[in-house]
């Protein structure tokens, strides 16, 4: 598996995409309570995909734990705790 930032021609950034067997994208925020910063995760994910032909994407947050359907695209919000028990 390898580790990487992914920069999209339009300027947006995920923070990291794991590829290997499958693509994995995922973003970091510790909360997404403010609109403008949601919208910011969302949309670079959302893009990533649709250009990868993926469809999902993860937001990795401090507490939030939820889903939704963007453009086709679902997002899942696991809060690091959660996240880290499955993942090391």
Known sequence: ??????????GKEVDFILTGKNIELIQVSY?????????R??????E???NLGL???KIIT??????ESIN????????????ALFNF
């Not at 995760?41 to 959302?46: D, I, K, P, R, Y």
């Not at 401090?62 to 889903?67: F, I, M, T």
């Open 1 to 10: 598996m390898s580790i990487n930032y992914l920069k999209l021609k339009s």
């Open 31 to 39: 909360s997404v309570s403010d609109p403008g910063t949601r919208s």
């Open 41 to 46: 995760e969302t949309s670079a994910l959302v």
């Open 48 to 50: 990533a995909a649709m």
């Open 55 to 57: 469809n999902t994407g």
């Open 62 to 67: 401090y507490d939030y734990e939820g889903e």
């Open 72 to 83: 086709g695209i679902l997002i899942k919000y696991i809060p690091f705790w959660l996240w």
